[in-house]
C-alpha cells in the first residue's frame, strides 16, 4: 500500500506545462493557441493551458488519492525558473549547480508530458501482453501459473484450454494499464535522465531580430536526421538526432551527444533557421500548437499545412517470435 501523508479529496488541474513557462509566451496575459482538434485559433490564459485535472493523482489499493505528486513538481519549478530567465537574457553559460538542477527540471519536463506517460503506459502494455502469448504458449508453464493463481486466490479457474487459446491470439483482448504505471516510470527514470541530460552537448538557439519561436503541448520533441526502425521511435539516447525545447519565444535548446564537442554552445540564426524549428514544433504538436502572436502562429500553421496531418501518436510495433505470435502493434 502507498502512504503518504495528507489527502486532498477535491479535484484540481494539474499543469503539465510549467506555467511560469508559458508566460513568456503572451501577449497582455494571454496565449494564442492554435487547437488540431477543432481546427481553430482562440486566445486563453495560462491557467487552463498545458493542464490536466488531476493527471499526477494516483491512488492506492483501497482507492485513497494522493495528489503530492503535483506539489513536488512545482518545489522543481520554482528552482529552474531563474535559470530560464538568465538563459533568456542571454546569460547562455550555466554553473555547475545550476546545470545540474536545470538538468533536472528537463528530465522532469521530458517525462511529465502526457505523450511520454502514454509511451510508458504504452510500452507496459506492450510487454505484459508479449509475457502473456509467452505464458500461454507453453502449455506446462500456463498451467503452473494458473495453478498458483488458483492456490493464492482460493477458487478454480474452468476450462483452461479455452483461456490458453484466447490468450495466444493478442487481438482477442486488450491491457489496460493503471495510471500509476506512468508516475511509477516518471519517478525511476528522473535520475539517469537527468544525469544524461546533463553529460549531453546543450546548444542554444537564438531567433534573430524580428523573429520568434513558438512553442506546442509537447515542447521536448526529437528531430531525427536518419530514418529509424526502432519500434520505440526516437529517444534522447538516438544518436542521428536533435532534441528540441522551446524555452521562451527568444531562445530553443538543442541536446545532443557531445563527441568531444564543448558542453555549450550559441547560435543567432536567421529567419528561415526560425520557421524551420517552428515547423518541427508545431508538426510534433499532441493537439494545442501556442505562440504570443496569432499572425505567426497563423503563418507556420498554413507553412506546415497542420490542418491536413493526423496529430502525433504513441504507436509501438511488436515483431513477435513467429512460435508464438504475429506482429500486433499498440497504439496510444
Not at 494571454?30 to 482562440?42: F, T
Not at 483501497?62 to 538563459?87: D, M, N, Q, R
Not at 493464492?152 to 491491457?175: A, H
Request: with cysteine; charged share 30%.
Amino acid at each position: 500500500m502507498v502512504k503518504l501523508g495528507m489527502n486532498n479529496s477535491e479535484p484540481k488541474l494539474h499543469h503539465y506545462y510549467p506555467q511560469f513557462e508559458l508566460e513568456y509566451f503572451t501577449d497582455v496575459g494571454k496565449l494564442w493557441i492554435y487547437d488540431r482538434l477543432k481546427n481553430s485559433y482562440r486566445q486563453q490564459g495560462t491557467k487552463t493551458t498545458g493542464a490536466i485535472t488531476d493527471f499526477y493523482t494516483f491512488s492506492d489499493d483501497k482507492g485513497k488519492k494522493y495528489k503530492e505528486l503535483e506539489a513536488s513538481l512545482s518545489t522543481c519549478e520554482s528552482i529552474a525558473a531563474p535559470v530560464i530567465k538568465k538563459i533568456h537574457k542571454g546569460e547562455y553559460k550555466l554553473t555547475g549547480i545550476e546545470r545540474s538542477e536545470f538538468s533536472a527540471y528537463l528530465a522532469l519536463k521530458w517525462l511529465r508530458t502526457p505523450i511520454h506517460q502514454r509511451k510508458s503506459e504504452a510500452l507496459y502494455e506492450t510487454l505484459m501482453k508479449v509475457e502473456s502469448i509467452k505464458i500461454a504458449s507453453n502449455s506446462e508453464k500456463f498451467n503452473r501459473v494458473l495453478d498458483e493463481v488458483e492456490k493464492k486466490e482460493k477458487t478454480t479457474i474452468p476450462d483452461r484450454e479455452k483461456l490458453r487459446e484466447f490468450m495466444k491470439d493478442e487481438s482477442k483482448y486488450t491491457i489496460q494499464s493503471e495510471r500509476l504505471v506512468g508516475l511509477q516510470t516518471l519517478v525511476m527514470s528522473l535520475r539517469e535522465t537527468g544525469e544524461e541530460i546533463f553529460n549531453m552537448g546543450w546548444v542554444f538557439y537564438f531567433a534573430c531580430k524580428g523573429r520568434s519561436f513558438i512553442t506546442s503541448d509537447n515542447p521536448f520533441f526529437i528531430w531525427p536526421f536518419f530514418e529509424s526502425d526502432n519500434p520505440l521511435g526516437y529517444g534522447l539516447r538516438s544518436t542521428p538526432a536533435m532534441t528540441i525545447i522551446p524555452l521562451t519565444p527568444r531562445v530553443c535548446l538543442g541536446l545532443f551527444y557531445r563527441n568531444g564537442h564543448p558542453p555549450y554552445k550559441r547560435k543567432d540564426i536567421p529567419g528561415n533557421m526560425v520557421n524551420d524549428l517552428n515547423n518541427q514544433i508545431a508538426l510534433y504538436s499532441e493537439r494545442f500548437v501556442i505562440s504570443h502572436n496569432k499572425a505567426l502562429l497563423r503563418k507556420t500553421i498554413d507553412r506546415t499545412k497542420l490542418f491536413e496531418k493526423e496529430p502525433y501518436k504513441v504507436i509501438i510495433n511488436v515483431e513477435g517470435n513467429p512460435l508464438y505470435s504475429k506482429p500486433f502493434k499498440v497504439t496510444r
